[in-house]
């Protein structure tokens, strides 16, 4: 069952184009029901019902979609070893030649923390500043959230305000970040992380805390009962 290098490789390359594929219909599926809601067609109850299930549904396929990628890019590289010989792979990962000086300036990196009770709202914000000499257009991507070990990777509604926008020079944008710690999605006193990355010329990510705690117990007194006297 060996195929030509040429053949393998548009293989992994299906393969790659197949898992984008899975994650687009995903996402065009949580926008679906984030305009269902915004436009009314769903009232809170009929949205958060909707939200699980979307959940449910979409982690479901996320993970046979992982192992069905993660199983074809696995035979691939067995039939790559029985046509090429151990100086190819130490060669593709870099142990047959000197590797090269990385630059000094890496990816730029920071840290949001959300926290707040079940039930309420998490914010935060971070400002995003332009020091090139040129006007830059800045967008976001959230990666999905993982939690405890065993949790599948979810999408909260996670909001970004403004979503994008463009900074001429010396310019600086302040981003608030929100985030709903609904009850059917978070669980309390539990950490989850994800990761915001900026789109700018020189992009770079940041990592998102979730601490979610318990709501506050309420305590509730019954008035004493007056006897009616006769």
Do not use: W
Not at 65 to 74: K, L
Not at 97 to 125: F, K, N, Y
């Amino acid at each position: 069952m060996t195929g030509r290098p040429g053949e393998i490789g548009e293989r992994i390359q299906d393969l790659t184009v197949r898992f984008g594929a899975e994650i687009m219909r995903s996402l065009q599926r949580y926008n679906e029901l984030l305009q269902q809601f915004a436009s009314g067609e769903l009232d809170e109850a009929a949205a958060r019902q909707a939200y699980v299930r979307f959940l449910r549904d979409e982690s479901a396929r996320y993970f046979r979609s992982v192992a069905d990628v993660g199983t074809g890019y696995y035979n691939a590289l067995l039939e790559l070893t029985s046509i090429y010989n151990p100086p190819f792979f130490e060669q593709a990962f870099g142990r047959g030649r000197p590797q090269q000086q990385q630059s000094p300036s890496g990816p730029q990196t920071g840290l949001i923390e959300l926290r707040g009770s079940l039930g309420d709202e998490a914010v935060s914000s971070f400002r995003v500043d332009n020091t090139s000499n040129d006007s830059e257009e800045i967008s976001f991507v959230v990666s999905e959230f993982t939690g405890a070990p065993g949790t599948a990777p979810f999408r909260p509604p996670l909001s970004l305000r403004p979503p994008r926008f463009v900074l001429e020079p010396s310019q600086s944008q302040l981003v608030t970040v929100c985030l709903p710690l609904v009850a059917d999605v978070f669980v309390p006193n539990q950490h989850y992380t994800a990761v915001l990355t900026t789109h700018k010329r020189d992009t770079f990510g940041m990592t998102i805390n979730v601490f979610v705690s318990a709501p506050p117990s309420v305590s509730v007194r019954k008035a004493p009962i007056e006897e009616s006297s006769e």
